[in-house]
């Protein structure tokens, strides 16, 4: 099969790779239909991160359809069109069961090495999953696999921020950084607070904000402090999130 490599800094190549093969009985193998770009991937591209092992396949935010489960797999059947987890986890350790799943003891990022054990990720036709159960998760028909995808990592990251921050009915929320975790960040406020206003110095994204009910404050032309200010009766923002 193709699959999306990074053989050194800078330097991704479409190779040849052999099919996955399940060595487990909770593995699965996918067949991916859409994939995503993630900031984090800059880092290795970079070479910035150690003990990167170069081949390894990228990409952790994917949606296809499962091709073939393991004798130890209940959830996830062959035919089911799913949504990766971005990370693995073990679902038994400490971490696991206080809700810290990225914490987990066990953890590993698709398309990562170094910084986790290696894990050939989803920039690939096809992709091993380890622990099926818990790393898929079967998407509704009425979601499509471009709106699937954003599922993975950049609207659970948002809707995590957006949890954590304690945002109650009717505050005033600045979103600082209006890229695409800060977008879905601004969509997933935009449900309960009363406001949000968005920063970046980027006059796309602030047209994007501004379409998803944001205040657009561009901080290349004035002073966003301030702006949030004035907005806000001189009170400031009660969440402020970057
Ligand atoms: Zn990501
Ligand atoms: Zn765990």
């Known amino acids: 099969m193709?699959?999306?490599r990074l053989m050194g800094p800078n330097e991704l190549k479409v190779d040849e790779v052999p099919d996955p093969k399940m060595?487990?009985?909770?593995?699965a193998v996918l067949e991916v239909t859409k994939t995503a770009i993630?900031?984090?991937?800059?880092?290795?591209?970079?070479?910035?991160?150690?003990?990167?092992?170069?081949?390894?396949?990228?990409g952790h935010e994917f949606v296809g359809i499962v091709k073939d489960v393991g004798s130890g797999v209940s959830l996830i059947k062959p035919g089911d069109r799913v949504v990766s987890s971005s990370m693995t986890s073990?679902?038994?350790?400490?971490?696991?069961?206080?809700?810290?799943?990225p914490q987990c003891e066990k953890r590993a990022l698709f398309g990562f090495s170094g910084a986790y054990?290696?894990?050939?990720?989803?920039?690939?036709?096809?992709?091993?999953?380890p622990n099926a159960d818990r790393d898929l998760w079967v998407l509704p028909a009425e979601i499509s696999d471009e709106a699937g995808v954003f599922v993975a990592d950049i609207l659970s990251t948002a809707y995590r921020g957006v949890k954590r921050a304690h945002v109650?009915?009717?505050?005033?929320?600045?979103?600082?950084?209006?890229?695409?975790?800060?977008?879905?960040?601004?969509?997933?406020?935009?449900?309960?607070?009363?406001?949000?206003?968005?920063?970046?110095?980027?006059?796309?994204?602030?047209?994007?904000a501004k379409a998803m009910g944001a205040i657009?404050?561009?901080?290349?032309?004035?002073?966003?402090?301030?702006?949030?200010?004035?907005?806000?009766?001189?009170?400031?923002?009660?969440?402020?999130?970057?």
Do not use: F
């Not at 060595?23 to 593995?27: E, L, Q, Y």
């Open 2 to 4: 193709r699959a999306l």
């Open 23 to 27: 060595a487990d009985s909770k593995n």
């Open 38 to 58: 993630c900031g984090a991937d800059l880092i290795p591209y970079w070479g910035y991160v150690p003990g990167w092992e170069w081949g390894t396949t990228m």
């Open 90 to 101: 073990c679902g038994v350790c400490w971490a696991c069961r206080h809700g810290m799943q």
């Open 117 to 129: 054990p290696r894990l050939d990720g989803g920039q690939a036709e096809m992709v091993l999953i």
């Open 168 to 208: 109650k009915l009717g505050d005033t929320v600045a979103v600082v950084g209006c890229g695409p975790v800060g977008l879905m960040s601004i969509l997933t406020a935009r449900l309960i607070a009363g406001r949000v206003i968005a920063v970046d110095t980027v006059p796309a994204r602030l047209e994007q």
């Open 216 to 242: 657009p404050v561009d901080a290349s032309t004035q002073d966003a402090v301030a702006a949030v200010m004035e907005l806000t009766g001189g009170r400031g923002a009660e969440v402020v999130m970057e």
